[in-house]
């Protein structure tokens, strides 16, 4: 089954906006799927659409086999959203928002106070049920967001840049409990602007650009479409200057920070053995961040490059 | 959703609701109280004594049914308009939008609680009118069916104005430019039979008029409709075809996501 299947959606705005352009996508059940794409591309719509705060113009859209349109409550039941901005009264308590959140699923009162403890101390959030929303930090702010989507315990969890403009600690915690819900079997949708992120949390990917579907894959397979990969060495002792005829691409970035470019094909056992040779020691090594991203650029420029012809 | 889950749905609407005007009664309680206190004591006990007879009866006891009737629409009307527009411009209205709540029952919800709203404030109005006046009902039956059902037209013609304000001046141009003229022309203060035959024909076509009009009928026994040929049914089936006719507007808009979709 999927948890969700869209066909040929599309969405004009009032004044001639295409945001969607008919777009297909298909999302297992049990999925961490990564929807990404620039600022404008249509990710927000396409979950707006998905969410009924969207008016689509056209196309279908399926929420675990039951078409939004045919079966409105139904789909509805199954779907928690966290979206990209605070949606909840600030003036309201914590507390309140999410048990309020669960009664308009029609959770019995219990079952609604059940829920939003559980969610509220997973998310760390119970020492502050009484507080008003609006005296909560940013990062508080977006825990209240999640816990206010799960609290209806959905099949299929949306987040439209959950962690955007949270500290690291946050961002991480955050991370582990998504991680945590998708293996217990939630199918979880992510946007967001951290490639880092998605690289981390999502087995398959989408990339939407310009209101079209770019492209659609497993991470997996998207990141061995690399051309080249960068990685990063931390020395043991400081290095002034570097052997000539590595054979690879290095750049001293200081001198116990080394960084070279790998090309497709190369491997990495020749520049262990040159830098050894050359009786340089290597403490630890790691992948320079930005694989994901540099991929992602090259496709959104394909795509603007082909728009514009 | 079961109707257990939408009862339970619906419980959740009106309780957020009732929470929020009770949240902040020093800004939705006190201030009619105080209002209808004021009128109380400049037009009822000051001018009134000069003014005598109105309509057959003791300016203030005249007065007093017009005067709840008065704070029964305005309290419903702002309640709905307010909560409704604020949730629209904090985005928490998103909170709804997402859940499986049918539209039927968002209006019901946000209704019940301007309905709510609405009897509390013209119950506080009632209590500080028995302390000028020693009033009696002559129909209860009709005064709390009139009461209700305008408080109802009243509150679906609030979140008709909230679906289609854009911002927060958009909510207060109808109270203020429509709604108290056409209240106070309404016969709150005065009677129509006062009017010359050109301005009594014109303020028939006030429908606040019919409902103040069949309060006071519920309340005293007697009203400006009969003395000028119009029965209370009239007024009743007036008001059963206005409510009708705003609760099928307000659904085909939120159909339609008039305001609240983009």
Redesign the interface.
Known sequence: MKALSISNLKKE?TGGLQALKGIDLEVNQGDFFALLGPNGAGKSTTI?VI?????KTSGQVKILDIDIDEN??????K?G?V?Q???????EKVG?IIR??A???????KEARENAKYYMQKLDIWDKRNEQARKLSGGMKRRVMVA?ALV?NPELLILDEPTAGVDIELRRSLWDFLTEINNEGTTIILTTHYLEEAERLCRNIAIIDSGEIVENTSMQELLTRLEEETFIFDLKNPVKVLPKNLGYEAVLENPQKLKVTIGKGQGLNTIFEVLSNSGIQISSMRNDTGRLEELFMGLVDSNLNGSER | ??P???Y??L???L??EI?RFM?IWTQTLIPPAVMIMLYFVIFGTLIGKRIGQMGGFDYMQFMIPGLIMMSVISNSYSNVVSSFF??KF???I?????????HYLILLGWVLGGVARGLLVGGIVTLVSLWFYDLSISNWTLSIFVVISTSILFSLGGFLNALFAESFDDISIIPTFIMQPLIYLGGVFYSIQLLPSFWQTVSLANPILYMINAFRYSILGASDLEALGFSINSAIFMIIAFIILFASICLWFLHK?RGI??
């Not at chain 1, 901005?85 to 003036?91: A, L, R």
């Not at chain 2, 998103?94 to 049918?102: D, F, G, K, S």
């Open positions: 705005y707006g969410s009924s705060l969207v008016t409105h409550s139904l789909a509805k039941k779907l959203v979206g901005e605070v949606n909840f009264n600030q003036f309140d309020n959140q009664g308009y699923h029609g959770l019995s009162f206010k209806n | 959703m079961t257990l889950e939408q339970r749905a419980l959740t609407i309780y957020k929470h949240r604020g949730q904090a985005r928490s998103e909170e709804l939008l997402i859940t499986p709540l049918p996501g979709r983009t």
